[in-house]
Structure formats: C-alpha cells, structure tokens
C-alpha cells in the first residue's frame, strides 16, 4: 500500500509557481522521497527525488520538512504542458520496484 | 535515460483469447517491472521479471494468467491469458537503472471485448 497522501487535484494558472504537498508522516530512516508525473496516454516520468535537503533540478524544486513527514514538489513556472497526475512515492535504496499511490490530478490553466 | 520500446501500443481482442505484450530496453537491465494500469486507476505492480529466475508476481497476479517471459537482459514479454472485459487496461513495462528512478514504456492499452 502507498503511504503517502496527496490531495486528489489541484488547478494552477499557466505561469505560476505550482506547489503540490504530499504528506508521508510514517516515512522510514532509508526511505527517500520520489516524484513522478504521468501525462495523458504516456507511461510515468521521473522528477526528482531527496532523502532530507531540499533538491533542485531543471523540472522542479522539493522541498522536505525537517522531520521529513511531509514534502512539496514545486514547478516554478507552471505551462500547460505540465498538466499531469503527478505521484508521491517513498522508496527505499535498492533496485525494487515502485508502489504508486493515487497521486494529484493538476490541472494548468491558460 | 533508457529507451523502452513496447509492442503492440494498443489492442482490441476478444474475450477468452490471449495477447502478448513485447517490451525492448535499448540497454541491459538487471530488473524489469511489468505494470498493470486500469481505467482512471493508478498502477498497479504485476510482477517483477529477473533474466535467469521466474518472475516474481504480486499478491492478487498469477502465472497462469500473466505468464511472463525473460529470456535476456534487454527483452521480456507479458502474456494476458484467457482475457476479460475486466483485463482491459493499460500494460506498462519498466526498468530500474538506478535505484528508485524507473523508466517506462508508453505502455499497451488493451481493450477486451
């Protein structure tokens, strides 16, 4: 089962910053925090992932409490391409497969 | 990155027959992933499918309805066995190059009359 929550959708206007929250309050020492997206009638894409700072790659920022119960992923600048589900996943180290949970519907609006 | 091809993309089959479903990685991967994907539902793991050993299926999967093959490091193939109106899904395959970063395939969307 997943262990993580996230709202079911969210709308963001085209060019903002989009802020999806996940919370994962039962997270494990060794479990990192994935994020993936799935856009319409596409296999998933990967996004980002960290452990306990805060990362940053050319998609997106994620951001982790200290506590590491909850995180956010941000896309600065929100298109409508970027309209998606976009999921949430805790996984540990090692070559094991992921477990999807329902994930956030966002929807970019012009 | 890695390249995952998928064949065939899409499908409509009839009931009680079987489809196979052909997945290609442009690189040798250790493992591989085969995800079932209902409609309007996240995915769901299958199983996973090591070069060398049986596959390893999912609590509520079987082999005798998802037979699966992987006869090297860079193909495996799922089999839909005796397919159902309820088999209709989207079959995604997927490889691990790193731990945690998955690639998928666009997946195979069967519909079963």
């Known amino acids: 089962d997943a262990k993580t929550t996230q709202p079911p959708s969210m709308d963001c206007a085209e060019g903002r910053a989009a802020n999806l929250p996940c919370n994962h309050s039962?997270?494990?020492?060794?479990?990192?925090v994935y994020w993936y997206r799935q856009i319409h009638s596409q296999g998933p894409q990967y996004i980002i992932h960290g452990l306990k700072n805060n990362e940053t790659n050319e998609m997106a920022s994620l951001i982790i409490t200290e506590d590491r119960k909850s995180s956010t992923l941000i896309l600065p600048h929100a298109t409508l391409r970027d309209t998606a589900v976009y999921y949430c996943i805790l996984h540990p180290p090692g070559n094991t497969p992921l477990v999807f949970g329902k994930g956030t519907r966002l929807s970019v609006i012009a | 990155s890695a390249v995952i091809s998928q064949k065939p993309s899409r499908d409509i089959c009839q009931r009680g027959t079987s489809l196979t479903i052909q997945c290609q990685v442009d690189s040798q991967v250790t493992m591989m992933f085969w995800y079932r994907q209902q409609p309007g539902q996240s995915l769901t793991l299958i199983a996973t499918a090591n070069q060398g050993s049986e596959a390893t299926y999912e609590s509520g999967f079987v082999i005798d309805k998802f037979p699966i093959s992987r006869p090297n490091l860079t193909f495996s193939t799922l089999t839909v066995s005796n397919m159902s109106p309820e088999d209709s899904s989207i079959y995604l395959c997927?490889?691990?190059?790193?731990?945690?970063?998955?690639?998928f395939g666009e997946g195979s969307r069967l519909t079963v009359l």
């Open positions: 997927s490889v691990c190059r790193h731990a945690g970063e998955l690639f």
């Open positions: 039962t997270i494990s020492g060794n479990e990192y």
